[in-house]
């Protein structure tokens, strides 16, 4: 039979553990919500500015936001990344000013915790 300070110790550990577990899984949890061109889709010409709005549903913390431009055929011509703070249940629109490259047809956007 195994002692009482075996036994709580080894409750101890189990805690800690799964109390370590926890605070790995509270980080920020982003979705984007919304992507949205200035003056429309068929403005994917020349300075543009791009607009993504993301949603936290997790703890505060950094997310990394991503722009990909593709062609016609699915092929990535311009990628680009901001990292921005966001709060537990925050919603923000994050802006990318960019060069368009010409080819460009479609616009995805994509968000994950930094």
Known sequence: MPSRRAVVGGVGVTLATGLAGCSALSGPEPTVVDTEVDEGIDALIGDTDIFVTVRNDGAAGTVSVTLEL????????????????????ERKRVTFSVDVPEGTEDVRASASAA
């Open 70 to 89: 593709l062609d016609g055929e699915g092929t990535v011509l311009l990628d680009e990344t901001q990292t921005t703070d966001m709060d537990a249940d």
